[in-house]
Structures are given as structure tokens and as C-alpha cells.
T-cell receptor
Framework: AQSVTQLDSHVSVSEGTPVLLRCNYSSSYSPSLFWYVQHPNKGLQLLLKYTSAATLVKGINGFEAEFKKSETSFHLTKPSAHMSDAAEYFCVVRMDSNYQLIWGAGTKLIIKP | DAGVTQSPTHLIKTRGQQVTLRCSPKSGHDTVSWYQQALGQGPQFIFQYYEEEERQRGNFPDRFSGHQFPNYSSELNVNALLLGDSALYLC????????????FGPGTRLTVT
């Protein structure tokens, strides 16, 4: 069975410092992987996606993620955090044989001034 | 270009009642997915509609049903409401060829008392 694990429920960083949000998945197939962001009182927005092309994927707002098959990981990073990055982030996996998206429980990113 | 719209924004119902939520997809999209997001959790997939038929269904009881209209808009119906149905209900639209790249509406907040 496929699953997604976001290793931290909360991550707190200071403005201007790097961000790392961790995600591991389990899959028997070649997965497609995504990161979505949910700002308070706003809808979910696609940050970036991996669909078996380049393993380093660049997204919006300076975020990027690296697909590591050997580690079954798809961690999200950003070199320098901004106050506007404060939000909930979801790691999502989709199996090639399935239309269904499997969502992680989310990581709340807190930015300290 | 309007994005995904949902109505109503908020809804309060009593246990045992029935509710209908509505969704209009983004222009050019023909596929609609519905999700339930409980407080503090990631979205849970309910079902997906394409060509007016349910294409895939998550682990939700038959009390949850849906419909897609010829203009691609969709409804989610929930019968015999339970307290546990209180959640944010999200609609996402996509194209048939890229169902994984989903655009989300702001959601409908359902409270069951």
C-alpha cells in the first residue's frame, strides 16, 4: 500500500534562514510526487511536481525539492525563508496506476522575525 | 479567468440532515475531485468525476454521493449527517490528461451540530 509520511508536524525557522520540510513515501510503483501549500483561509496551491523527469524540481516562490529514489524521499527546501512562507505544506504522492492522490498529514511552517 | 469556485462558503447542519455542496471547475478543466479535510489533517480523497461518471472513489461510505453536470460543474451530497462529517470540503479540478495537477477551490466549511 502506498503512503506518505511528513516527518515533522511543525517546523520553526527564523526569517532569512534555510527551510527544510521532510517527506518520505512508500510505493511499489514509480510515483509522481507533489508539494502543495495552504495559507490560512486560502485554497491549496501547487508548489511543484515531480513526474519522472529531472530529480531536482524547482517550484514557485523559490522552493525546490529533490527526488531520491534510494531514500524514498522528496524533501522540500528553500534557501532563505520569508515571512510570507508561513503556511501548511503537504507532500502528496500519486501512483501511476491510480488517479487517487495520497496526502501527508501536513507540516506547519512557522517563520520567526 | 475564474478559478475553481465553491458554494456555500460556510454551512451549519444538524445530525441526520442532508447537505449539497457545489463546485464549478476552472475554465478548460473537465475533471472534478472532492476531498474532506478534517481540522489539523491532510485532505482525504472522496471521489473523482469525469464525463459525468464517478471514475474513482476513496474510502468513504455510500452516504457520500456526487454528480457531475454536462458543463463539468459538480455536486457533493452527504446524507444522514454525523458529527464526524464536520470538516472543510475541497473541490479540485484538472484536465483528463493531467489529473494529478489539481487546482483547488477555497472550500466549504461544514459544521454538524
Amino acid at each position: 500500500a502506498q503512503s506518505v509520511t511528513q516527518l515533522d508536524s511543525h517546523v520553526s525557522v527564523s526569517e532569512g534562514t534555510p527551510v527544510l520540510l521532510r517527506c518520505n513515501y512508500s510505493s511499489s510503483y514509480s510515483p509522481s510526487l507533489f508539494w502543495y501549500v495552504q495559507h490560512p483561509n486560502k485554497g491549496l496551491q501547487l508548489l511543484l511536481k515531480y513526474t519522472s523527469a529531472a530529480t531536482l524540481v524547482k517550484g514557485i516562490n523559490g522552493f525546490e525539492a529533490e527526488f531520491k529514489k534510494s531514500e524514498t524521499s522528496f524533501h522540500l527546501t528553500k534557501p532563505s525563508a520569508h515571512m510570507s512562507d508561513a503556511a501548511e505544506y503537504f507532500c502528496v504522492v500519486r501512483m501511476d496506476s491510480n488517479y487517487q492522490l495520497i496526502w501527508g498529514a501536513g507540516t506547519k511552517l512557522i517563520i520567526k522575525p | 479567468d475564474a478559478g475553481v469556485t465553491q458554494s456555500p462558503t460556510h454551512l451549519i447542519k444538524t445530525r441526520g440532515q442532508q447537505v449539497t455542496l457545489r463546485c464549478s471547475p476552472k475554465s478548460g478543466h473537465d475533471t472534478v475531485s472532492w476531498y474532506q479535510q478534517a481540522l489539523g489533517q491532510g485532505p482525504q480523497f472522496i471521489f473523482q468525476y469525469y464525463e459525468e461518471e464517478e471514475r474513482q472513489r476513496g474510502n468513504f461510505p455510500d452516504r457520500f454521493s456526487g454528480h457531475q453536470f454536462p458543463n463539468y460543474s459538480s455536486e457533493l451530497n452527504v446524507n444522514a449527517l454525523l458529527l464526524g462529517d464536520s470538516a472543510l470540503y475541497l473541490c479540485a479540478s484538472s484536465t483528463r490528461t493531467a489529473t494529478y495537477e489539481q487546482y483547488f477551490g477555497p472550500g466549504t466549511r461544514l459544521t454538524v451540530t
